[in-house]
Protein backbone atom coordinates (compact mmCIF):
# COMPACT_ATOMS: atom_id res chain seq x y z
CA UNK A 1 0.00 0.00 0.00
CA UNK A 2 3.19 2.65 0.74
CA UNK A 3 4.89 1.94 -2.50
CA UNK A 4 1.45 2.71 -4.31
CA UNK A 5 1.47 5.85 -2.44
CA UNK A 6 4.88 6.23 -3.07
CA UNK A 7 4.48 5.25 -6.81
CA UNK A 8 2.02 7.92 -7.45
CA UNK A 9 3.61 10.70 -6.04
CA UNK A 10 6.80 9.87 -8.07
CA UNK A 11 4.81 9.80 -11.28
CA UNK A 12 2.86 13.50 -9.93
CA UNK A 13 6.82 14.79 -9.27
CA UNK A 14 7.60 13.64 -12.61
CA UNK A 15 4.86 15.20 -14.51
CA UNK A 16 5.46 18.61 -12.86
CA UNK A 17 8.82 18.76 -13.86
CA UNK A 18 7.50 17.73 -16.82
CA UNK A 19 5.14 20.66 -17.28
CA UNK A 20 7.72 22.90 -15.98
CA UNK A 21 10.15 22.74 -18.26
CA UNK A 22 7.95 24.14 -21.09
CA UNK A 23 8.11 21.27 -23.51
CA UNK A 24 5.90 21.66 -26.44
CA UNK A 25 5.96 17.85 -27.68
CA UNK A 26 4.88 16.68 -23.95
CA UNK A 27 2.47 19.11 -23.79
CA UNK A 28 0.44 18.66 -26.88
CA UNK A 29 0.69 15.17 -26.19
CA UNK A 30 -0.91 15.38 -22.56
CA UNK A 31 -3.67 17.75 -24.94
CA UNK A 32 -4.33 15.65 -27.26
CA UNK A 33 -5.21 13.41 -24.08
CA UNK A 34 -6.68 15.29 -21.89
CA UNK A 35 -8.98 17.40 -24.37
CA UNK A 36 -11.23 14.53 -25.94
CA UNK A 37 -12.31 13.83 -22.37
CA UNK A 38 -13.36 17.34 -21.17
CA UNK A 39 -15.14 17.26 -24.48
CA UNK A 40 -17.20 13.78 -23.50
CA UNK A 41 -17.75 14.85 -19.96
CA UNK A 42 -19.08 18.62 -21.65
CA UNK A 43 -21.41 16.48 -23.79
CA UNK A 44 -22.70 13.64 -21.23
CA UNK A 45 -23.58 16.47 -18.71
CA UNK A 46 -25.70 18.48 -21.73
CA UNK A 47 -27.26 15.37 -22.31
CA UNK A 48 -28.16 14.73 -19.17
CA UNK A 49 -29.32 18.45 -18.69
CA UNK A 50 -31.35 18.06 -21.64
CA UNK A 51 -33.35 15.32 -20.60
CA UNK A 52 -34.05 16.71 -17.60
CA UNK A 53 -35.29 19.64 -18.54
CA UNK A 54 -37.45 17.83 -20.96
CA UNK A 55 -39.16 16.02 -18.29
CA UNK A 56 -39.04 18.52 -15.48
CA UNK A 57 -40.49 21.29 -17.67
CA UNK A 58 -42.92 19.35 -19.74
CA UNK A 59 -45.94 20.23 -17.81
CA UNK A 60 -45.23 24.01 -18.31
CA UNK A 61 -44.58 23.40 -22.12
CA UNK A 62 -47.77 21.40 -22.54
CA UNK A 63 -49.67 23.93 -20.55
CA UNK A 64 -48.10 26.76 -22.94
CA UNK A 65 -48.96 25.51 -26.21
CA UNK A 66 -52.26 24.25 -25.06
CA UNK A 67 -53.29 28.27 -24.14
CA UNK A 68 -51.86 29.48 -27.41
CA UNK A 69 -53.66 26.48 -29.31
CA UNK A 70 -56.82 27.72 -27.89
CA UNK A 71 -56.19 31.19 -28.63
CA UNK A 72 -56.04 29.95 -32.39
CA UNK A 73 -59.14 28.50 -32.47
CA UNK A 74 -61.05 31.17 -30.90
CA UNK A 75 -59.46 33.92 -33.25
CA UNK A 76 -60.11 30.96 -36.07
CA UNK A 77 -63.88 30.86 -34.64
CA UNK A 78 -64.33 34.52 -34.66
CA UNK A 79 -62.96 35.12 -38.37
CA UNK A 80 -65.06 32.74 -39.48
CA UNK A 81 -68.42 34.52 -38.27
CA UNK A 82 -67.13 37.48 -38.92
CA UNK A 83 -67.04 36.01 -42.87
CA UNK A 84 -70.35 35.39 -42.50
CA UNK A 85 -71.19 38.31 -41.18
CA UNK A 86 -70.04 40.03 -44.28
CA UNK A 87 -71.46 37.53 -46.43
CA UNK A 88 -74.76 37.70 -45.44
CA UNK A 89 -74.53 41.80 -45.26
CA UNK A 90 -73.01 41.89 -49.21
CA UNK A 91 -76.05 40.14 -50.11
CA UNK A 92 -78.34 42.57 -48.51
CA UNK A 93 -76.96 45.46 -49.29
CA UNK A 94 -77.97 46.10 -53.03
CA UNK A 95 -81.06 46.15 -52.04
CA UNK A 96 -80.54 49.46 -49.89
CA UNK A 97 -81.14 51.08 -53.09
CA UNK A 98 -84.69 50.76 -52.55
CA UNK A 99 -84.92 52.13 -49.06
CA UNK A 100 -84.94 55.37 -47.42
CA UNK A 101 -81.47 54.61 -46.20
CA UNK A 102 -81.55 57.68 -43.77
CA UNK A 103 -84.45 55.79 -41.22
CA UNK A 104 -83.04 52.17 -41.76
CA UNK A 105 -80.45 50.53 -39.82
CA UNK A 106 -78.96 46.86 -39.66
CA UNK A 107 -78.89 44.61 -37.43
CA UNK A 108 -77.95 40.50 -37.71
CA UNK A 109 -79.17 37.93 -35.18
CA UNK A 110 -76.84 37.45 -32.68
CA UNK A 111 -79.06 33.94 -30.67
CA UNK A 112 -82.60 32.89 -30.07
CA UNK A 113 -84.21 33.90 -27.06
CA UNK A 114 -84.85 30.07 -26.02
CA UNK A 115 -83.75 26.88 -27.44
CA UNK A 116 -87.11 25.71 -27.70
CA UNK A 117 -88.41 28.82 -29.83
CA UNK A 118 -87.78 29.86 -33.34
CA UNK A 119 -89.83 33.11 -33.18
CA UNK A 120 -87.90 35.44 -30.72
CA UNK A 121 -84.69 36.38 -31.09
CA UNK A 122 -81.88 38.74 -30.19
CA UNK A 123 -80.32 41.33 -32.33
CA UNK A 124 -77.73 43.51 -32.64
CA UNK A 125 -78.49 47.17 -31.20
CA UNK A 126 -78.00 50.01 -33.19
CA UNK A 127 -77.58 53.35 -31.91
CA UNK A 128 -80.26 56.02 -30.59
CA UNK A 129 -83.07 53.44 -29.80
CA UNK A 130 -85.74 53.67 -27.32
CA UNK A 131 -87.29 51.47 -25.26
CA UNK A 132 -90.69 52.05 -25.58
CA UNK A 133 -91.07 52.29 -29.39
CA UNK A 134 -91.99 49.64 -31.03
CA UNK A 135 -89.38 49.05 -34.44
CA UNK A 136 -90.19 47.35 -37.76
CA UNK A 137 -88.07 44.43 -39.24
CA UNK A 138 -87.71 44.04 -42.90
CA UNK A 139 -86.08 41.03 -44.17
CA UNK A 140 -85.33 41.86 -47.85
CA UNK A 141 -88.04 44.10 -48.84
CA UNK A 142 -90.76 42.16 -46.88
CA UNK A 143 -92.29 41.94 -43.08
CA UNK A 144 -90.39 39.90 -40.60
CA UNK A 145 -91.39 40.99 -37.67
CA UNK A 146 -91.12 43.90 -35.04
CA UNK A 147 -88.84 44.73 -32.07
CA UNK A 148 -88.30 46.26 -28.69
CA UNK A 149 -85.42 47.74 -26.54
CA UNK A 150 -85.85 45.97 -23.01
CA UNK A 151 -83.46 46.45 -20.65
CA UNK A 152 -80.74 47.65 -22.98
CA UNK A 153 -80.94 44.33 -24.94
CA UNK A 154 -83.05 44.77 -28.51
CA UNK A 155 -85.15 41.66 -29.26
CA UNK A 156 -87.04 40.32 -32.06
CA UNK A 157 -90.19 39.02 -32.53
CA UNK A 158 -90.62 37.28 -35.66
CA UNK A 159 -94.19 36.78 -37.76
CA UNK A 160 -94.61 33.77 -36.45
CA UNK A 161 -94.51 34.65 -32.45
CA UNK A 162 -97.93 35.99 -31.00
CA UNK A 163 -96.05 39.28 -29.44
CA UNK A 164 -95.63 40.63 -33.80
CA UNK A 165 -98.64 42.70 -34.25
CA UNK A 166 -99.02 45.38 -36.41
CA UNK A 167 -101.46 47.12 -38.46
CA UNK A 168 -102.60 46.35 -42.63
CA UNK A 169 -104.57 46.14 -45.36
CA UNK A 170 -105.73 43.45 -47.24
CA UNK A 171 -107.55 42.92 -50.81
CA UNK A 172 -108.18 45.82 -53.72
CA UNK A 173 -110.28 47.64 -51.10
CA UNK A 174 -107.67 47.83 -48.47
CA UNK A 175 -109.25 46.43 -45.87
CA UNK A 176 -108.22 47.41 -42.45
CA UNK A 177 -107.37 44.83 -40.31
CA UNK A 178 -104.39 43.75 -37.33
CA UNK A 179 -101.70 41.33 -37.94
CA UNK A 180 -100.76 38.63 -35.51
CA UNK A 181 -98.32 36.51 -35.37
CA UNK A 182 -99.27 32.43 -34.84
CA UNK A 183 -96.59 30.00 -35.79
CA UNK A 184 -94.33 28.81 -38.58
CA UNK A 185 -94.87 30.98 -41.69
CA UNK A 186 -98.37 31.84 -40.54
CA UNK A 187 -100.43 35.09 -39.68
CA UNK A 188 -104.13 35.79 -38.47
CA UNK A 189 -105.67 39.17 -39.40
CA UNK A 190 -108.11 40.67 -36.79
CA UNK A 191 -110.89 43.09 -36.78
CA UNK A 192 -111.47 43.34 -40.53
CA UNK A 193 -114.91 45.09 -40.92
CA UNK A 194 -117.58 42.74 -42.35
CA UNK A 195 -118.69 44.92 -45.40
CA UNK A 196 -115.18 44.57 -46.59
CA UNK A 197 -115.03 42.09 -49.62
CA UNK A 198 -112.22 39.91 -49.36
CA UNK A 199 -111.31 36.44 -50.77
CA UNK A 200 -108.80 33.56 -51.06
CA UNK A 201 -105.69 34.73 -52.49
CA UNK A 202 -106.00 38.28 -51.34
CA UNK A 203 -102.58 40.36 -50.60
CA UNK A 204 -101.82 41.68 -47.11
CA UNK A 205 -99.70 45.33 -47.45
CA UNK A 206 -98.98 46.83 -44.51
CA UNK A 207 -100.41 50.13 -43.94
CA UNK A 208 -97.83 52.16 -42.27
CA UNK A 209 -100.83 53.86 -39.87
CA UNK A 210 -99.14 52.52 -36.46
CA UNK A 211 -95.55 54.44 -37.29
CA UNK A 212 -94.27 50.45 -36.89
CA UNK A 213 -94.00 50.06 -41.21
CA UNK A 214 -93.64 51.73 -44.23
CA UNK A 215 -96.65 51.85 -46.04
CA UNK A 216 -97.28 49.13 -48.65
CA UNK A 217 -94.64 46.66 -47.61
CA UNK A 218 -95.85 42.86 -48.43
CA UNK A 219 -97.05 41.01 -45.53
CA UNK A 220 -98.22 37.71 -47.31
CA UNK A 221 -101.04 35.99 -48.92
CA UNK A 222 -104.98 34.92 -47.90
CA UNK A 223 -105.25 31.71 -47.48
CA UNK A 224 -108.59 31.71 -45.48
CA UNK A 225 -111.46 33.89 -44.62
CA UNK A 226 -114.03 33.14 -41.49
CA UNK A 227 -117.05 35.70 -40.29
CA UNK A 228 -117.09 35.76 -36.70
CA UNK A 229 -120.10 37.91 -35.11
CA UNK A 230 -118.86 41.41 -35.35
CA UNK A 231 -115.62 41.19 -37.90
CA UNK A 232 -113.80 39.08 -40.14
CA UNK A 233 -110.80 36.80 -39.87
CA UNK A 234 -108.22 37.03 -42.47
CA UNK A 235 -105.08 33.65 -42.18
CA UNK A 236 -102.25 34.84 -43.97
CA UNK A 237 -99.42 32.75 -45.40
CA UNK A 238 -96.27 34.98 -44.54
CA UNK A 239 -93.95 35.88 -47.19
CA UNK A 240 -90.64 36.42 -44.56
CA UNK A 241 -88.32 33.11 -44.20
CA UNK A 242 -88.43 33.18 -40.17
CA UNK A 243 -86.21 29.91 -40.02
CA UNK A 244 -82.96 31.54 -41.30
CA UNK A 245 -82.95 34.80 -39.13
CA UNK A 246 -79.57 36.57 -40.85
CA UNK A 247 -79.92 40.16 -41.39
CA UNK A 248 -82.47 42.62 -40.82
CA UNK A 249 -83.42 46.26 -41.76
CA UNK A 250 -84.74 47.98 -38.65
CA UNK A 251 -87.11 51.08 -39.29
CA UNK A 252 -85.98 53.76 -37.12
CA UNK A 253 -88.88 56.02 -38.11
CA UNK A 254 -91.24 55.09 -40.75
CA UNK A 255 -93.26 58.53 -40.30
CA UNK A 256 -93.92 60.28 -44.03
CA UNK A 257 -91.39 62.87 -45.05
CA UNK A 258 -92.87 64.68 -47.39
CA UNK A 259 -95.70 66.47 -45.17
CA UNK A 260 -93.84 66.30 -42.06
CA UNK A 261 -92.99 69.70 -40.96
CA UNK A 262 -95.23 71.24 -43.05
CA UNK A 263 -97.06 74.64 -42.84
CA UNK A 264 -99.45 76.05 -44.69
CA UNK A 265 -99.35 79.59 -43.11
CA UNK A 266 -95.93 79.88 -43.72
CA UNK A 267 -94.96 80.95 -47.03
CA UNK A 268 -91.60 81.29 -48.45
CA UNK A 269 -89.48 83.97 -50.02
CA UNK A 270 -87.89 82.05 -52.65
CA UNK A 271 -91.30 81.06 -53.92
CA UNK A 272 -93.78 83.40 -53.44
CA UNK A 273 -97.10 82.34 -56.34
CA UNK A 274 -94.32 81.95 -59.15
CA UNK A 275 -97.84 82.85 -61.64
CA UNK A 276 -98.41 85.74 -60.46
CA UNK A 277 -95.04 87.38 -60.26
CA UNK A 278 -94.43 86.59 -63.72
CA UNK A 279 -97.81 88.12 -65.14
CA UNK A 280 -97.15 91.23 -62.64
CA UNK A 281 -93.72 91.58 -64.71
CA UNK A 282 -94.83 90.97 -67.73
CA UNK A 283 -97.79 93.54 -67.53
CA UNK A 284 -96.85 96.73 -66.01
CA UNK A 285 -100.11 97.98 -64.63
CA UNK A 286 -100.71 94.89 -63.13
CA UNK A 287 -99.86 95.48 -59.22
CA UNK A 288 -98.48 92.92 -56.65
CA UNK A 289 -100.25 92.93 -52.61
CA UNK A 290 -97.20 94.70 -51.31
CA UNK A 291 -97.24 97.35 -49.09
CA UNK A 292 -93.30 98.43 -49.48
CA UNK A 293 -91.31 98.28 -52.17
CA UNK A 294 -88.00 99.38 -52.77
CA UNK A 295 -85.45 99.20 -55.43
CA UNK A 296 -82.24 97.06 -55.29
CA UNK A 297 -79.16 98.50 -56.23
CA UNK A 298 -77.78 95.40 -57.93
CA UNK A 299 -81.39 94.69 -59.58
CA UNK A 300 -83.74 96.42 -62.11
CA UNK A 301 -86.22 94.57 -60.80
CA UNK A 302 -87.74 95.78 -57.11
CA UNK A 303 -86.87 94.03 -53.71
CA UNK A 304 -89.90 93.38 -51.61
CA UNK A 305 -89.19 95.02 -48.45
CA UNK A 306 -92.21 93.55 -46.41
CA UNK A 307 -94.19 90.44 -47.10
CA UNK A 308 -97.80 89.95 -44.93
CA UNK A 309 -97.67 86.79 -42.48
CA UNK A 310 -100.11 84.86 -44.41
CA UNK A 311 -101.38 84.26 -47.67
CA UNK A 312 -104.91 82.63 -48.02
CA UNK A 313 -105.18 80.61 -51.02
CA UNK A 314 -108.59 82.26 -52.17
CA UNK A 315 -106.32 85.79 -51.61
CA UNK A 316 -106.89 87.44 -55.81
CA UNK A 317 -104.30 89.52 -57.11
CA UNK A 318 -105.52 93.37 -56.99
CA UNK A 319 -105.53 94.94 -60.40
CA UNK A 320 -105.65 98.75 -60.43
CA UNK A 321 -107.77 100.45 -63.14
CA UNK A 322 -105.37 101.47 -66.12
CA UNK A 323 -103.30 104.87 -66.65
CA UNK A 324 -104.25 106.81 -69.82
CA UNK A 325 -101.08 107.13 -71.90
CA UNK A 326 -101.29 111.02 -71.74
CA UNK A 327 -100.99 112.61 -68.31
CA UNK A 328 -102.45 116.09 -67.77
CA UNK A 329 -99.74 118.28 -66.33
CA UNK A 330 -101.35 120.45 -63.18
CA UNK A 331 -101.18 123.76 -63.99
CA UNK A 332 -98.19 124.43 -61.14
CA UNK A 333 -95.83 122.26 -62.90
CA UNK A 334 -96.55 124.27 -66.09
CA UNK A 335 -95.70 127.40 -64.33
CA UNK A 336 -92.74 125.79 -63.01
CA UNK A 337 -91.23 124.83 -66.34
CA UNK A 338 -92.02 128.41 -67.75
CA UNK A 339 -89.81 130.11 -64.96
CA UNK A 340 -87.14 127.18 -65.50
CA UNK A 341 -87.53 127.89 -69.62
CA UNK A 342 -87.27 132.17 -68.58
CA UNK A 343 -83.84 131.53 -66.55
CA UNK A 344 -82.50 129.40 -69.03
CA UNK A 345 -82.95 132.56 -71.77
CA UNK A 346 -81.55 134.93 -69.37
CA UNK A 347 -78.40 133.06 -68.49
CA UNK A 348 -77.76 132.66 -72.25
CA UNK A 349 -78.14 136.33 -73.37
CA UNK A 350 -75.24 136.95 -70.37
CA UNK A 351 -73.09 134.75 -71.62
CA UNK A 352 -72.94 136.73 -75.07
CA UNK A 353 -71.84 139.49 -73.39
Known amino acids: MKTRIIFIILLLLILGVLLTRNDERITNTLLNIINPIKQNYKAFTQEIEDKGQSYLFQKEAIEKLSKENRILRKRLLEQTHYIKQVKDIYEVLPRLSKLPVHNIALTSTISY ?162 EQNISAHKDENVTLPVTDVDMDENSSLPAISSIPSRIDQTQEVTIEPEVPAEHPEPPKHKEAKKKQKRKKAVSQSLDLF
Open 113 to 274: VKLNSFSQIILTKPKNLTEKKIYGLMQDSVVAGIARLKNNQLYGYLTSDPKCRFSVFVGQEQAPGIAIGMEKNNMIVKFIPKWHKIKKGDKVLTSGLDNIFFAGLPVGIVTKVDVHSAYKVAYIKTYADVFHPKVFFLIEDAKATLTSGFDSKVTSLSDPCP
